[in-house]
């Protein structure tokens, strides 16, 4: 295909929609960026939009700009060249996400109690990111070939295999939030590739009542240790005081056997977390049940997310006029609580704004899916749109309270570059199936 007809048969709408969210990602990361250490406010008061803009921190903005130029480029590429001819390596895509998965695993760079991330000089990037594209392409040819044979729960089983071995990696960092993503694009690619409902359906019912048996497990063993180890305290303090006497006698007899199963309960608890739910998971789950437990310990970022979407009211406080940002209270704003900076200087509007924006993406995904001219074409766009909204709703549901914090960035919209490029080189692909269409077919 010609370059000026590549150019010609682009879904522009598209990536108009796609460009509106960066743009206002990058004025959010700006303004999330630029912290207040007094009542500066006032400042803002009688400056106009363009004024305001000229304030906000560029720092991270630039940055932003940066990968987003690279990701164009990325993103033409996968456009132009067919994506027939890319679906010929898929082997080695999950070659190359298992030794990807693989390094960090081994040599990752840690932040955040989390191994995810691999040095290069002054960057660093996240494998986990650039895997999932590269799973979509590589379980979209995987499903191909099984065409017509994925009616039983064996011929299931290869599937779960190919994708769960990742998943292993990914959980090994550990790395929650991308295996669900992974698990979801998993379930809606081999659904739309012909697995039969029912069987999809039930495997997930099993998945979720283990998943929720190992957490009630977790949460009974923890209280029982914390319980105990309260109990010992107590026994401590009363051995001290009857020391030397028949009744202390007694009271340290107790502490022992006390002390004794204590030692057991938190070594079964330490070996679940080490094979299972880490601690922090563990918190975030629990604070996802009951967020004013802790207000100012784990439940601090959803509450003050929470604050930051209310008081941002229906038109919002403007822009820079934010306190719970610019004030520091909410923390990691540029990144996973972004959309809480939305709602709070943009208010209802603006969050309607970015939501609307997400769901003509999607919707233009979903439809490109109906007009691929073969099932490669669907299950690649499928695969797209899964992840995508999955990631919408985890990060919007997570600073509105509906769903557990995960660290899922907001799709083109949070800081990041490996997560900007990923959905950038996704875009690519839908952009190549649209061109390659049932009704406009070029060769």
């Not at 012909?194 to 957490?215: D, E, N, R, T, Y």
Request: net charge positive; glycine share 10%.
């Amino acid at each position: 295909m010609s370059l000026g007809r590549t150019l010609k048969g682009l879904d522009y709408p598209l990536i108009m929609a796609v460009v509106a969210l960066v743009l206002l990602g990058l004025i959010m990361i700006g303004s999330a960026t630029l912290e207040y250490k007094d009542d500066s406010f006032s400042q803002f008061k009688n400056l106009n939009v363009l004024a305001r803009l000229l304030h906000l921190d560029y720092q991270y903005v630039f940055q932003q700009m940066l990968w987003f130029v690279l990701g164009i480029f990325l993103m033409g590429a996968i456009a132009y060249l067919p994506y027939e001819d890319l679906m010929k390596y898929t082997r080695y895509y999950y070659a190359i996400t298992l030794i990807l998965l693989g390094t960090v695993t081994i040599m990752g760079h840690s932040a955040l109690g989390a191994q995810r991330w691999i040095q290069l000089g002054t960057h660093t990037f996240q494998p986990s990111e650039f895997s999932k594209f590269l799973m979509i392409m590589s379980f979209s040819g995987f499903l191909v070939k099984r065409q017509g044979n994925l009616d039983r729960f064996r011929d299931l089983l290869p599937c779960f295999i190919y994708f769960g071995i990742p998943i292993l990696f990914v959980l090994m960092q550990p790395d929650l939030g991308t295996a669900l993503v992974f698990v979801f694009i998993m379930f809606c690619m081999m659904f739309f590739a012909g697995a039969k409902p029912s069987i999809l359906l039930w495997l997930l019912g099993v998945g979720l009542a283990l998943v929720a048996g190992l957490f009630f497990i977790h949460l009974s063993l923890h209280n029982l240790d914390l319980q105990q180890k309260e109990q010992l305290s107590l026994l401590e303090q009363e051995v001290r005081i009857t020391a030397n006497t028949s009744a202390g006698q007694e009271l340290n007899k107790s502490y022992l056997e006390l002390a004794e199963k204590n030692q057991t309960t938190h070594a079964l608890h330490e070996k679940l977390h080490k094979y299972t739910f880490k601690e922090y998971q563990m918190t975030r789950l629990f604070i996802f049940l009951n967020p004013r437990s802790d207000l100012l310990g784990a439940g601090y970022h959803v509450w003050q997310s929470l604050i930051a979407i209310g008081s941002g009211g229906f038109a919002g406080k403007g822009l820079l006029e934010g306190t719970q940002s610019h004030l520091t209270f909410l923390p990691v704003r540029h990144t996973d609580f972004v959309f809480s900076v939305v709602g709070e200087e943009f208010g209802f509007i603006g969050a309607l704004v970015i939501l609307g924006l997400f769901f003509f993406v999607l919707c233009r995904g979903i439809q490109i899916a109906t007009l691929a001219r073969d099932l490669t074409g669907t299950l690649l766009a499928i695969g797209i749109v899964s992840m995508l909204f999955f990631q919408v709703f985890t990060n919007i549901g997570m600073t509105t309270g509906i769903m557990p914090v995960t660290g899922i960035p907001l799709p083109f919209v949070s800081y990041g570059g490996s997560s900007l490029l990923m959905c950038m080189m996704a875009l690519g692909l839908l952009l190549n199936i649209y061109l390659r269409r049932k009704k406009f077919s070029f060769k």
